[in-house]
Each structure stands twice: as structure tokens, then as C-alpha cells.
């Protein structure tokens, strides 16, 4: 306390330091109310945001998904990180969708499926189910291309492991195959055979794949295009049989390559080959039908 010139006591005069630590602790307490007030507030938020997805859970089990969504979509607004809830959000979506289905409503639902899916596989990157789901709605959505390219995107980031770079050369492929665009869908599989060189199954794929474009591409394809999906599906098939014994199903497939060859030698009028080819299909037909009896006795 300071006295003023005359005696008196004056109101009383507070020293700097004095001052700066009671503002100093008046700070203090603020920052510590506040804090204290947020951390309370985020705490309600999540206990509501954990309590509208049990709400969503029950409206779900209970198939009315419309409601089951709207509780969804509340809880991830209170708690944007809820990743439980993007999923449940999306299956109910799901449930609803038409798949192949073009109506405002149906788009609506898929575009909302895959965009929770989406988010929650941008918290859970390694869920194979979330992926699985979001493959099935882009496929019955006809969006080939978006899958390709998140599939494609997953291989960049993930195609180190020789297994997985596999599996999703396959995906890729059957989206490609699916979209109609046989050209790219093979040469998918041909990468992944490429990988997987002592894979009967893998080798097996192609030449199914390519005797489906010759059958049923038939007078669509020309000569040369069909001479060669055939020789290139013989080759796969055969390296297949090879690999794996009693393969019956390749052996069956080599004996309906042969039948498409004598197609074409009798397409050109060589009637030599016609009847080499067409003998060549029986042989490989009875050898796969004795594959399978031995099959068949084993089991």
C-alpha cells in the first residue's frame, strides 16, 4: 500500500507483478472453465451420437431402413468420426436399392450406399466386406468404370503383396468382362496369369474366357481374331491340365476349343482339318469324362 503526500490512505495501488498475476490467473481459470465446458459438450454429443446408432440398429433389424438411415445420419452429424454408422447407413441403403434399376429414387440410394462406404472404408482401408459391398452396388449400379477405378487405385496402393495383387487383377478383370469391354478384361486376366504362372485355375480362366468370345461371338469376329482366341485359349487350357491331374473341367473346355477350330477349318474348306479337329474334340471328350469318373470315385 502506498501513502500519498498529506497522510492519508489513499485507495490502494497495486504493483505491476501483482497485477500481471492476477490477470495471469483470471486467464487460467477462463481457459479451464471453457475447456472443461467443450470437453462436457463433445462428451454429450457422442453419448446422443452413440444412442440415435442403437436407434438406427433397432429401426434396422426391424426393416424400416428409411428410419433406420435417418437415425444414421443424425449420429455421424453429432460424431463425424462414428465409422459404425457410415456402415449400418450403407447397408440400410442397400437393402432398399434396386439393383439395374434407373429410377431417381434407386440412384439416390445407390450414390448413398457408396459414399458410406466410402467413409468408412477411409477409416478401415483393410475391411474386405466394406469392399465387397461397394463392388456389388457399383456393379448393380452399372458403374463400371468408378469400379474399375477404385479397384485399379486399390492395386497401386496395395499390389506389393504378390496374393492381393492377384486378387484384385481379378476383380478388375470381371468388372471389365461385366462392362462388356472383353479386350481389357483380358488382358487383365492375362496379367494376373502372368503372376500366377503355376495357377491351373488362373491359366483355366482364359481359356473359358476366350471360348465364351468365340461361341457366342461366332460370324461377329472375324477370322483372324477367332483363330487367334482360340490358339491362345488352347494354350492356357493345356498348360492347365498340365498342371493340375484328373482336371477335368480344362480337358472338357480343350475338347470344345477343338470343336471351334473344325468350325473354322470348315469355314475355309479345308475338310482335312474339319475331320482332324472334330476327332481331336472326341478324344479330349472321353478323357474328360474318365477324369471325372476318378474324380467322382475319390470323393
Given at each position: 500500500?502506498?501513502?500519498?503526500?498529506?497522510?492519508?490512505?489513499?485507495?490502494?495501488?497495486?504493483?505491476?507483478?501483482?497485477?500481471?498475476?492476477?490477470?495471469?490467473?483470471?486467464?487460467?481459470?477462463?481457459?479451464?472453465?471453457?475447456?472443461?465446458?467443450?470437453?462436457?459438450?463433445?462428451?454429450?454429443?457422442?453419448?446422443?451420437?452413440?444412442?440415435?446408432?442403437?436407434?438406427?440398429?433397432?429401426?434396422?433389424?426391424?426393416?424400416?431402413?428409411?428410419?433406420?438411415?435417418?437415425?444414421?445420419?443424425?449420429?455421424?452429424?453429432?460424431?463425424?468420426?462414428?465409422?459404425?454408422?457410415?456402415?449400418?447407413?450403407?447397408?440400410?441403403?442397400?437393402?432398399?436399392?434396386?439393383?439395374?434399376?434407373?429410377?431417381?429414387?434407386?440412384?439416390?440410394?445407390?450414390?448413398?450406399?457408396?459414399?458410406?462406404?466410402?467413409?468408412?472404408?477411409?477409416?478401415?482401408?483393410?475391411?474386405?466386406?466394406?469392399?465387397?459391398?461397394?463392388?456389388?452396388?457399383?456393379?448393380?449400379?452399372?458403374?463400371?468404370?468408378?469400379?474399375?477405378?477404385?479397384?485399379?487405385?486399390?492395386?497401386?496402393?496395395?499390389?506389393?503383396?504378390?496374393?492381393?495383387?492377384?486378387?484384385?487383377?481379378?476383380?478388375?478383370?470381371?468388372?471389365?468382362?461385366k462392362k462388356g469391354d472383353f479386350d481389357t478384361s483380358l488382358e487383365?486376366?492375362?496379367?494376373?496369369?502372368?503372376?500366377?504362372?503355376?495357377?491351373?485355375?488362373?491359366?483355366?480362366?482364359?481359356?473359358?474366357?476366350?471360348?465364351?468370345?468365340?461361341?457366342?461371338?461366332?460370324?461377329?469376329?472375324?477370322?483372324?481374331?477367332?483363330?487367334?482366341?482360340?490358339?491362345?485359349?488352347?494354350?492356357?487350357?493345356?498348360?492347365?491340365?498340365?498342371?493340375?491331374?484328373?482336371?477335368?473341367?480344362?480337358?472338357?473346355?480343350?475338347?470344345?476349343?477343338?470343336?471351334?477350330?473344325?468350325?473354322?477349318?470348315?469355314?475355309?474348306?479345308?475338310?482335312?482339318?474339319?475331320?482332324?479337329?472334330?476327332?481331336?474334340?472326341?478324344?479330349?471328350?472321353?478323357?474328360?469324362?474318365?477324369?471325372?469318373?476318378?474324380?467322382?470315385?475319390?470323393?
Open positions: 500500500m502506498l501513502v500519498p503526500r498529506g497522510g492519508s490512505v489513499d485507495r490502494p495501488q497495486w504493483s505491476r507483478p501483482t497485477m500481471s498475476r492476477r490477470i495471469a490467473a483470471t486467464l487460467l481459470l477462463l481457459t479451464t472453465v471453457t475447456a472443461g465446458t467443450i470437453g462436457c459438450s463433445g462428451e454429450i454429443s457422442r453419448l446422443k451420437a452413440n444412442y440415435a446408432t442403437k436407434q438406427g440398429n433397432q429401426f434396422y433389424k426391424a426393416q424400416d431402413f428409411l428410419k433406420a438411415v435417418e437415425w444414421y445420419r443424425y449420429a455421424t452429424y453429432l460424431n463425424p468420426d462414428l465409422d459404425l454408422a457410415y456402415y449400418h447407413s450403407a447397408l440400410a441403403y442397400m437393402a432398399m436399392y434396386r439393383p439395374g434399376s434407373k429410377h431417381p429414387k434407386d440412384l439416390r440410394y445407390s450414390q448413398a450406399a457408396i459414399t458410406n462406404l466410402k467413409r468408412y472404408l477411409a477409416i478401415h482401408p483393410d475391411n474386405e466386406d466394406a469392399k465387397n459391398y461397394l463392388l456389388t452396388v457399383y456393379l448393380g449400379a452399372e458403374r463400371y468404370d468408378e469400379a474399375a477405378e477404385f479397384f485399379e487405385g486399390e492395386l497401386k496402393s496395395r499390389g506389393s503383396d504378390p496374393a492381393e495383387a492377384s486378387k484384385l487383377m481379378q476383380v478388375i478383370g470381371m468388372i471389365y468382362a487383365w486376366y492375362k496379367k494376373r496369369a502372368d503372376l500366377e504362372k503355376d495357377n491351373a485355375e488362373v491359366l483355366y480362366t482364359i481359356g473359358v474366357l476366350c471360348w465364351d468370345k468365340v461361341y457366342k461371338g461366332g460370324l461377329q469376329l472375324d477370322l483372324d481374331r477367332r483363330t487367334q482366341l482360340t490358339d491362345m485359349g488352347l494354350d492356357y487350357l493345356n498348360r492347365a491340365a498340365a498342371l493340375r491331374e484328373n482336371y477335368f473341367e480344362a480337358v472338357s473346355y480343350i475338347n470344345l476349343m477343338y470343336r471351334e477350330k473344325a468350325k473354322i477349318a470348315q469355314l475355309v474348306g479345308n475338310n482335312d482339318d474339319y475331320v482332324k479337329y472334330n476327332a481331336e474334340a472326341d478324344k479330349y471328350m472321353r478323357q474328360a469324362l474318365e477324369m471325372r469318373k476318378k474324380v467322382m470315385a475319390q470323393k
